[in-house]
């Protein structure tokens, strides 16, 4: 090998022809794990510098959640001050909990210079508050000060989300300043849309687009201009919510203002979209009755994660039992009602938890609120009836044909047109109840439609059968 050839290595090329690194699927690919995996066993610093240096965040971020725990640390101290520390922002909570753990907080507090200040925020916020001491003394003051101000607001609201770097001007500059100043300052963002303007007491008075600066003369009083910021977010205001202004308002960026409206920082649209997702994930993971897990995380964590909401469903299904109970006697003199009397439960089950997603679905996005609220209600109340009496005649002809008996048929066909109707009902009057309650309908509903319906189904089912063949 020449020179050159030592100074530049070649970088993975795919079998296709093409430097990349994932598959069709959207898969990191093996070989080029590989690849790395080899440097990194080799110290090959040279190497990884120029596969992984010049990666996008995402794609740095999905290398180390593939690479083995001890690559990832070892790939992190090989690159050292080259190391893109944003890219700890896109993996899971656990992995950078493991590699910021290991690493000096000296080299941290270097890193965290280098980022915008609501990745710092972001990797800061789960750290030991010792450990955030310790790095934010390290920090020059201004930044020091700015990210103390983010991570002393609650968590998940916007002021923990926001951006502390952003561009303000005063109204009495003219378009010309402004423009010079864009052009001159070094300490600003990288990237921005928007020129907001204020008062000397940091009061936000309003803002500019930088396409209204772009078309307007340089002699131009930046008041005149200027238009009043409709949507400040306040820096308390949960971050759904600020999500939510911007799915509402088609904002690319928006104000965020303290309790007194001083300009304090602001949100973009990158930080909402990872927030959306957050709190999609969230509400799937919470509907399942499981806790705020990742992928990554140990046997024991996710165990004790998912242990409570299962205690909750095995003293529901105490109950469910305790139905089946009261008609012990008959499911002894006639053995096809154990057979078919999970059918009904099942089924109201499974429709119950189709108007419960729906439900709570609506309510986090705030479609369904109290005027449209009784209509949804009758049309589920439909679709419960139609679906149930749709099912009610396939099942019964089926246990009537499978038992002989169609008196079996016609009961069974009974409970599930019951059990159907009701589990509609509980699948969208719960979340609203739980919702006017104040309680996340996304964490216990599942647990009380599920309770709902194996109660009814099976009393519906148990109580049609003993009634039509008499005590037993």
Do not use: C
Request: hydrophobic fraction near 50%.
């Amino acid at each position: 090998m020449d020179g050159q050839e030592a100074q530049n290595p070649a970088p993975y090329v795919s079998e296709r022809g093409e430097a990349e690194i994932y598959d069709e699927d959207g898969v990191v690919l093996a070989p080029f794990l590989a690849h790395i995996g080899a440097a990194i066993a080799d110290r090959d610093t040279l190497t990884l510098k120029h596969e992984v240096g010049d990666l996008h965040q995402s794609e740095l971020g999905d290398v180390l959640e593939a690479l083995q725990p001890e690559q990832r640390q070892a790939l992190v101290e090989l690159l050292g001050a080259d190391f893109d520390f944003s890219a700890l922002t896109e993996v899971d909570d656990t992995i950078r909990q493991d590699i910021v753990d290991r690493l000096p907080n000296a080299q941290i507090a270097q890193a965290m210079q280098a980022l915008d200040s609501d990745d710092a925020v972001y990797i800061l916020e789960d750290l030991d508050q010792q450990d955030q001491d310790e790095i934010l003394a390290q920090l020059p003051f201004t930044e020091r000060i700015r990210l103390r101000r983010s991570l002393d607001y609650p968590e998940e609201t916007a002021g923990r989300r926001m951006q502390t770097e952003f561009v303000a001007v005063p109204p009495f500059w003219t378009v010309g300043q402004t423009i010079d100043y864009m052009r001159e300052d070094n300490n600003l963002p990288d990237r921005f849309t928007q020129i907001f303007v204020i008062d000397p007491g940091f009061k936000l008075l309003g803002a500019i687009d930088l396409d209204q600066i772009l078309r307007t003369k340089r002699a131009v009083k930046v008041e005149e201009v200027m238009h009043e910021t409709r949507h400040a977010i306040p820096a308390t205001m949960d971050q759904e919510e600020a999500a939510r202004e911007f799915e509402q308002y088609d904002l690319l960026s928006a104000a965020v203002v303290d309790e007194n409206e001083r300009l304090v920082g602001i949100l973009t649209i990158d930080d909402v979209v990872d927030v959306i997702q957050q709190e999609a994930e969230e509400d799937l993971l919470r509907m399942g009755g499981v806790g705020d897990e990742e992928l990554s995380d140990s046997v024991f964590s996710t165990s004790r994660s998912r242990v409570p909401w299962l205690l909750v469903n095995l003293f529901t299904a105490f109950l469910a039992a305790s139905v089946i109970g009261l008609f012990d006697r008959t499911i002894e003199h006639i053995v096809a009602l154990a057979v078919l009397m999970p059918i009904v439960a099942g089924m109201g089950g499974n429709a119950g938890s189709q108007t419960m997603t729906v439900t709570v679905r609506a309510l986090a996005t705030r479609d369904l609120d109290i005027y449209n609220a009784w209509r949804i209600i009758r049309r589920e109340m439909g679709v419960g009836f139609i679906n149930g009496v749709i099912f009610a005649v396939l099942i019964g002809i089926v246990a009537a044909t499978w038992f002989q008996d169609p008196n079996l048929g016609g009961i069974i066909a009974a409970a599930m047109i019951i059990n159907m109707f009701v589990a509609a009902l509980a699948g969208i009057l719960i979340p609203l109840l739980l919702d006017r309650l104040h309680v996340d309908p996304a964490v216990a509903s599942a647990v009380f439609v599920t309770t709902v319906t194996d109660v009814v189904g099976f009393f519906a089912f148990l109580g049609l059968a003993t009634w039509w063949f008499g005590p037993v």
